[in-house]
T-cell receptor, first 118, second 113 residues
Framework: AQTVTQSQPEMSVQEAETVTLSCTYD???????LFWYKQPPSRQMILVIR??????QNATENRFSVNFQKAAKSFSLKISDSQLGDTAMYFC???????????????FGSGTQLTVLP | EAQVTQNPRYLITVTGKKLTVTCSQN?????MSWYRQDPGLGLRQIYY???????DKGDVPEGYKVSRKEKRNFPLILESPSPNQTSLYFC????????????FGPGTRLLVL
């Protein structure tokens, strides 16, 4: 079974600064996908970024980037130039790759509450 | 516009009173699932469906039922709700095959007294 661990329940950052959220996972799979989801106060789940394990290049989406360390099973999210609208709960999630006869679900970490301070 | 809708968005009920939370999607996705979110536990999958009439248990299926009679709908049924089912529930959908983005509904906050 896969597990996802987010060891920082809460974090804060000053507006315009950079913050990094940590995520580690445990799996015996070699083919998998990793995601960061954002959940603002509205409770909507919004995909921020995703990474395919077979890709060595770290994914980037505007101000959001990841540091994917496959050997260390680490998948951190860096938010640059933090904005007040980035205040949200952030979830790291894992999904197995294609496997015949098996459905693939998302396994979530427990979340990190990020507060961006003015 | 691609949408996943859930109804109701908020529900307060009493122990033992059967309830259904509906989920509907307009993206023609085969895969649909239900999650519950509890503080400190993240989201945990309750049930999923890979296509019409195909459903299976997730990690926390006890106390829940689902059905998939139509591709677009995937209702979550609580036959006899209990206070430990007080939670925030999300429906999610995605396409089959190589990993596609999972789309979440807006969530249903349930309080069981």
């Amino acid at each position: 079974a896969q597990t996802v661990t987010q060891s920082q329940p809460e974090m804060s950052v000053q507006e315009a600064e950079t913050v990094t959220l940590s995520c580690t996972y445990d799996t015996s799979e070699s083919n998998y996908y990793l995601f960061w989801y954002k959940q603002p106060p509205s409770r909507q789940m919004i995909l921020v970024i995703r990474q395919e394990a077979y890709k060595q290049q770290n994914a980037t989406e505007n101000r959001f980037s990841v540091n994917f360390q496959k050997a260390a099973k680490s998948f951190s999210l860096k938010i640059s130039d933090s904005q007040l609208g980035d205040t949200a709960m952030y979830f790291c999630a894992f999904m197995r790759g294609m496997a015949s006869g098996s459905a693939r679900q998302l396994t979530f970490g427990s979340g990190t509450q990020l507060t961006v301070l003015p | 516009e691609a949408q996943v809708t859930q109804n109701p968005r908020y529900l307060i009920t009493v122990t033992g009173k059967k309830l259904t939370v509906t989920c509907s999607q307009n993206m023609n996705h085969e895969y649909m699932s239900w999650y519950r979110q509890d503080p400190g536990l993240g989201l945990r999958q309750i049930y999923y469906s890979m296509n019409v009439e195909v459903t299976d248990k997730g990690d926390v299926p006890e106390g829940y039922k689902v059905s998939r009679k139509e591709k677009r709908n995937f209702p979550l049924i609580l036959e006899s709700p209990s206070p430990n089912q007080t939670s925030l529930y999300f429906c999610a959908t995605r396409e089959q095959g190589p990993v596609k983005t999972q789309y979440f509904g807006p969530g249903t906050r349930l309080l069981v007294l």
